[in-house]
């Protein structure tokens, strides 16, 4: 089956640094990916749809220039936070469209900004 | 605007017993509907996905309903296992070119207790 990973789980940065979280389609390849932020007990909230070789589509209230979305291969797609401060803490999780109707999510990457 | 309720919010079952959760939706026009379980820290996992013209769709101890008349899903659980507490999100797609666009609910969390 579909198979996402999302690297790293678990990251823990100082405030005002940057960090990238990555996203593999491991054995299909995903011309869209998508970008979801989630506290705790509450749903995905969608922040942006990362299209492979263009810029990627944003939500909403999503400041584009703080969370930096790469999808340069049909395999990859990368989000990093630039100069993250304690409110951006969250759990980040990406997924990618596979096989018919399915969409793959990858296991997620806690980001803690101390 | 397109929304997903789910309901009940949160629920307490003994191991062994059957359990059903419900998803009302206001999306249209429909696409697919799907049910994830997602595990504490985790990214989601695919439980089943349904398209308009299905009924019912089974995965081992699970098995969704689609009603898209009434436009109301359910997730019955059968034979329930510690395992099996986690949050259970519903997921509808409405059709669009790039079906990026689903809207989630947010989440019903199952507690099963020895």
């Known amino acids: 089956g579909a198979v996402v990973s999302q690297h790293p789980s678990r990251v823990i940065c100082k405030s005002g640094t940057s960090v990238k979280i990555e996203c593999r389609s491991l054995?299909?390849?995903?011309?869209?990916m998508f970008w979801y932020r989630q506290f705790p007990k509450q749903s995905l909230m969608l922040m942006a749809t990362?299209?492979?070789?263009?810029?990627?589509?944003?939500e909403q209230g999503v400041e584009k220039d703080k969370f930096l979305i790469n999808h340069a291969s049909l395999t990859l797609s990368t989000l990093t936070v630039t100069s993250a401060h304690p409110e951006d803490s969250s759990f980040y999780i990406c997924?990618?469209?596979?096989?018919?109707?399915?969409?793959?999510f990858g296991s997620g990457t806690r980001l803690t900004v101390v | 605007k397109n929304q997903v309720e789910q309901s009940p919010q949160s629920l307490i079952i003994l191991e062994g017993k059957n359990c059903t959760l419900q998803?009302?939706?206001?999306?249209?026009?429909?696409?697919?509907l799907r049910w994830y379980k997602q595990d504490t820290g985790r990214g989601p996992v695919s439980l089943t996905i349904?398209?308009?013209?299905?009924n019912t769709k089974s995965n081992g101890r699970y098995t969704a309903t689609l009603d898209a008349d009434t436009k109301q899903s359910s997730l019955h659980i059968t034979a329930s296992q510690l395992s099996d507490s986690a949050s259970y999100i519903c997921?509808?797609?409405?059709?669009?070119?790039?079906?990026?666009?689903?809207?989630f609910g947010d989440g019903t969390t199952l507690t099963v207790k020895p």
């Open positions: 054995d299909f390849q995903a011309t869209t």
């Open positions: 998803c009302n939706y206001t999306v249209s026009p429909f696409s697919n």
């Open positions: 990362s299209n492979e070789g263009s810029k990627a589509t944003y």
């Open positions: 997921v509808v797609s409405p059709i669009l070119t790039n079906a990026g666009k689903s809207t």
């Open positions: 997924s990618a469209k596979g096989g018919n109707y399915g969409y793959t």
């Open positions: 349904m398209t308009f013209s299905e």
